[in-house]
């Protein structure tokens, strides 16, 4: 722990939080509403942060989201674009958003 902080000095608080962050991603034995509550913070998380990348870096990101367990989380699905990147699903794709997200969760 202590050459993990010595190592990354500046930014180990960030990547802690960020990890414990993610392992709710993966929680299971959660109800239905739960997980999708859950979901829709995550989203809305991610989104935030693409935000406000693209406003300060100027970044393009399209992204896809879906739940994990299929049989429960088959209304868990979300896809964004930021500005610059409205059409990438239907260039590169050739699908809707969706489209897309049926798709991604035909992965899953």
Request: hydrophobic letters at 35%; proline letters at 1%; charged letters at 25%.
């Amino acid at each position: 722990y202590e050459l993990f902080k010595k190592e990354y000095h500046d930014t180990w608080q960030d990547i802690l939080i960020k990890f414990e962050e993610s392992t709710q991603y993966t929680e299971t034995g959660k109800t239905i509403a739960q997980r999708q509550q859950l979901f829709n913070k995550s989203a809305k998380r991610f989104t935030q942060s693409l935000v406000a990348l693209s406003k300060a870096h100027g970044i393009k990101t399209a992204f896809v989201m879906a739940g994990s367990i299929v049989n429960q989380d088959a209304s868990l699905g979300y896809a964004y674009t930021t500005p610059g990147a409205e059409d990438f699903f239907m260039e590169r794709c050739h699908a809707d958003t969706d489209a897309i997200i049926g798709h991604f969760k035909a992965h899953i």
